[in-house]
């Protein structure tokens, strides 16, 4: 952890047993997401390990953290799971429907956004499975897209592959919905 003020490092934070793929943070907490397939919840004053997460069964490669505290965590194993605020239960599972799950962000309505490898990105308007919708199977080609809600904007990757004498050169696009 370093501080965004002076660029000193302030704590190092141990405690995976495996590669960290994913990091989020509220006013007072960071969390981290693993290949270990657990989420860490740490102390952003001290550095100190406050719980782990439990759940997923395979490797939790997103998070995000809701505009009412709550953390959203994206795992390959095709769930998201919601957890609270301040004592990190578990309070719900939901299904992509994808292969898995590799982005995922929340937009000040709430409304949560979540990128699958089979390349669709799926949208919540409420915390339930049966308001999923797809916004659009085909928004990207490239398999580890980001995608993210600034003000209710949903903003995605989109690598266009142009195969030229057996090389495939890609140009980045940037998509917003």
């Given at each position: 952890?370093?501080?965004?003020?002076?660029?000193?490092?302030?704590?190092?934070?141990?405690?995976?047993?495996?590669?960290?793929?994913?990091?989020?943070?509220s006013c007072d907490k960071v969390?981290?997401?693993?290949?270990?397939?657990?989420?860490?919840?740490?102390?952003?004053?001290?550095?100190?390990?406050?719980?782990?997460?439990?759940?997923?069964?395979?490797?939790?490669?997103?998070?995000?953290v809701g505009p009412n505290g709550?953390?959203?965590?994206?795992?390959?194993?095709?769930?998201?799971?919601?957890?609270?605020?301040?004592?990190?239960?578990?309070?719900?599972?939901?299904?992509?429907?994808?292969?898995?799950?590799?982005?995922?962000?929340?937009?000040?309505?709430?409304?949560?956004?979540?990128?699958?490898?089979?390349?669709?990105?799926?949208?919540?308007?409420?915390?339930?499975?049966?308001?999923?919708?797809?916004?659009?199977?085909?928004?990207?080609?490239?398999?580890?897209?980001?995608?993210?809600?600034?003000?209710?904007?949903?903003?995605?990757?989109?690598?266009?592959?142009?195969?030229?004498?057996?090389?495939?050169d890609a140009e980045g696009v940037?998509?917003?919905?």
């Open positions: 952890v370093w501080s965004g003020l002076d660029g000193i490092h302030l704590h190092t934070l141990v405690g995976h047993t495996s590669n960290v793929l994913a990091l989020a943070s969390y981290s997401g693993s290949n270990d397939t657990t989420i860490r919840v740490w102390s952003v004053t001290d550095g100190a390990h406050l719980k782990t997460l439990n759940g997923h069964t395979a490797v939790v490669c997103a998070l995000a709550n953390l959203f965590s994206g795992s390959v194993d095709g769930t998201v799971r919601e957890w609270h605020r301040n004592d990190g239960t578990h309070l719900q599972t939901l299904q992509s429907g994808t292969a898995g799950v590799n982005s995922l962000a929340v937009g000040q309505d709430g409304r949560l956004f979540v990128r699958g490898y089979c390349g669709s990105v799926l949208v919540w308007r409420s915390m339930d499975s049966a308001s999923r919708c797809i916004v659009d199977p085909n928004i990207c080609l490239r398999p580890n897209p980001m995608c993210l809600s600034a003000g209710g904007t949903l903003y995605t990757e989109r690598l266009i592959h142009d195969v030229k004498g057996g090389e495939d940037i998509c917003i919905w």
